[in-house]
């Protein structure tokens, strides 16, 4: 059988937090069961058993409407430690077969299978003992779709599930694409969908029936893209790593904060935890960018890029606290840190000869005693981080966040430190936290 020259496999865990929480607790076995954030306040899901799923439970659902929905409804806070361990399991298991494997999340890859034929068989043996290795040392169900490209196997993988097996070959991709909504194509949300719809387009085959000009000149370099995905046409390669562009992670809180000295604990917490990543991932940042929501859901986000990068939390934070002062005063109901412009620490770090470079918002420049201070920090932070690895993020901690609880999201996330649990694929070095105060943008 002659798949394509390059034959791609999409895996993907079914359910996968609810799936680990059902394993390790057998009285949730066959009940609707979600896991994220409590009822009370602004709680969401961040994950629905299949059983869940048949209420029309979904996940970024407000879990108060969850509970509407299916009143016997298991709600469990996420565990993102015990995730993340499940998670790189199941990465050496794709590793064992390829080393082409591109993680998107904790529990999806693609892999790229091209000559492996002869160590671990075809595409649809190297697929379904993926299946059967996961399940083993797991005791998790994973869904595989194999095809010629990333976005086929990524479609194939969600049509049977759960525990989907579906191979698309080259000459049925139209034949299956046809009578898809349009929304079923990476990179058209619900706002692109009505303006198709308004156009009298619905399915991929009437959106591939337009001229491909006409839809590019719509909507831009998307729309020629899009336009290629419902002809089946997607040239993207696996990429084994991707490149970091930035480390972020937000709060939107149960209840508006009204205290300055609230947020900047807050802040503090933040800069603490994704200088942490930084070093784990044997990284540093030099952008630091805040992002504060009003009650009204106005946004206002503050930048200040330092004259050097660092992966040491105090650094960040005298820069955030400072942004944040810049932010005019009232309750907030999110607050978010980014550290972007990132570097290998094993790149020298180069000094200024006059200063730092302009940036969008100036910070005051850092105090020869705070300097000295966070120099300190960096010569200990090495030893430090071993014992948070060895007995948990929580056992060091600033001396200003002892006795506070960890903050929570709305999903139930918490981090050692305060902040959003681990979001990322472990090997991809990748890091996304998703806010789910409002819908994703497209």
Same mark, same amino acid.
């Given at each position: 059988?002659?798949?394509?020259p390059?034959? #791609?496999?999409? +895996?993907?865990?079914?359910?996968?937090?609810?799936?680990?929480?059902?394993r390790?607790?057998?009285?949730?076995?066959?009940?609707?069961?979600?896991?994220?954030?409590?009822?009370?306040?602004?709680?969401?899901?961040?994950? *629905?058993s299949?059983?869940?799923?048949?209420?029309?439970?979904?996940?970024?659902?407000?879990?108060?409407?969850?509970?509407?929905?299916?009143?016997?409804?298991?709600?469990?806070?996420?565990n993102? !430690?015990?995730?993340?361990?499940?998670s790189?399991?199941?990465?050496?298991?794709?590793?064992?077969?390829?080393?082409?494997?591109?993680?998107?999340s904790?529990?999806e890859?693609?892999?790229?299978?091209?000559?492996?034929? %002869?160590?671990?068989?075809?595409?649809?043996? #190297?697929?379904?003992?993926?299946?059967?290795?996961?399940?083993?040392e797991t005791?998790?169900?994973?869904?595989?779709?194999?095809?010629?490209?990333?976005?086929?196997?990524?479609?194939?993988?969600?049509?049977?599930?759960?525990?989907?097996?579906?191979?698309?070959?080259?000459d049925d991709?139209?034949?299956?694409?046809?009578?898809?909504?349009?929304?079923?194509?990476?990179?058209?949300?619900?706002?692109?969908?009505?303006r198709?719809e308004?156009?009298?387009?619905?399915t991929?085959? @009437?959106?591939?029936?337009?001229?491909?000009?006409?839809?590019?000149?719509r909507?831009?370099?998307?729309?020629?893209?899009?336009?290629?995905?419902?002809?089946? =046409?997607?040239?993207?390669? +696996?990429?084994?790593?991707?490149?970091?562009?930035?480390?972020?992670? !937000?709060?939107?809180f149960?209840?508006? =904060?009204?205290?300055?000295?609230?947020?900047?604990?807050? %802040?503090?917490?933040?800069?603490?935890?994704?200088?942490?990543?930084?070093?784990?991932?044997?990284?540093?940042?030099?952008? +630091?960018?805040?992002?504060?929501?009003?009650?009204?859901?106005?946004t206002?986000?503050?930048t200040?890029?330092?004259?050097?990068?660092?992966?040491?939390? +105090?650094?960040?934070?005298?820069?955030?606290?400072?942004?944040?002062?810049? #932010?005019?005063?009232?309750?907030?109901?999110?607050?978010g840190?980014?550290?972007?412009?990132?570097?290998?620490?094993?790149?020298?770090?180069?000094?200024?000869?006059?200063?730092?470079?302009?940036?969008?918002?100036?910070?005051?420049? !850092?105090?020869?005693?705070?300097?000295?201070? *966070?120099?300190? #920090?960096e010569?200990?932070?090495?030893?430090?981080?071993?014992?948070?690895?060895?007995?948990?993020?929580?056992?060091?901690?600033?001396?200003?966040?002892?006795?506070?609880?960890?903050?929570?999201?709305?999903?139930?996330?918490t981090?050692?430190?305060?902040?959003?649990?681990?979001? @990322?694929?472990?090997?991809?070095?990748?890091?996304?936290?998703?806010?789910l105060?409002?819908?994703?943008?497209?």
């Open positions: 059988m002659n798949l394509s390059t034959p #791609i496999l999409h +895996v993907d865990m079914d359910a996968f937090y609810a799936s680990v929480e059902v390790d607790d057998p009285s949730l076995a066959g009940r609707p069961v979600v896991v994220g954030g409590a009822a009370n306040g602004r709680g969401v899901v961040a994950a *629905a299949y059983p869940a799923r048949r209420f029309g439970v979904r996940s970024a659902m407000p879990t108060a409407e969850a509970l509407r929905l299916c009143p016997e409804l298991v709600v469990v806070p996420p993102f !430690e015990k995730y993340t361990a499940e790189r399991k199941i990465m050496r298991i794709f590793r064992a077969y390829t080393p082409l494997v591109e993680p998107l904790l529990d890859a693609f892999l790229d299978v091209t000559g492996c034929e %002869l160590s671990s068989g075809d595409p649809l043996e #190297i697929g379904r003992a993926i299946k059967r290795d996961i399940l083993r005791g998790l169900v994973a869904s595989v779709g194999i095809a010629s490209s990333k976005f086929i196997a990524k479609l194939a993988s969600d049509m049977d599930k759960p525990d989907g097996f579906r191979v698309i070959l080259p991709v139209q034949t299956v694409l046809a009578p898809l909504p349009v929304s079923s194509i990476f990179g058209v949300g619900p706002r692109t969908a009505k198709l308004a156009m009298g387009v619905r991929i085959a @009437e959106l591939a029936r337009l001229p491909r000009d006409e839809v590019a000149k909507f831009g370099a998307s729309g020629a893209w899009i336009h290629d995905l419902a002809h089946g =046409i997607d040239t993207r390669r +696996v990429t084994p790593r991707r490149d970091e562009k930035s480390y972020s992670l !937000e709060r939107t149960p209840k508006d =904060i009204h205290s300055r000295e609230e947020l900047r604990l807050r %802040l503090l917490e933040f800069c603490e935890e994704l200088a942490f990543r930084l070093r784990d991932a044997g990284l540093r940042g030099r952008t +630091v960018t805040i992002k504060a929501r009003y009650p009204s859901f106005k206002l986000t503050r200040h890029t330092l004259s050097f990068s660092t992966n040491v939390g +105090v650094r960040f934070y005298s820069a955030a606290r400072e942004l944040l002062d810049r #932010i005019p005063q009232g309750p907030l109901r999110l607050l840190l980014q550290i972007a412009n990132l570097d290998d620490v094993r790149t020298p770090h180069q000094g200024m000869l006059f200063g730092s470079n302009p940036t969008e918002t100036e910070a005051p420049a !850092e105090s020869p005693e705070r300097a000295r201070f *966070a120099d300190r #920090i010569r200990v932070s090495p030893g430090l981080d071993r014992l948070r690895r060895k007995y948990g993020r929580g056992v060091v901690i600033p001396a200003s966040l002892l006795g506070r609880e960890a903050s929570t999201g709305r999903d139930g996330t981090g050692a430190f305060g902040g959003a649990a681990r979001a @990322e694929a472990p090997e991809s070095g990748a890091t996304t936290e998703l806010d105060d409002e819908p994703p943008a497209e």
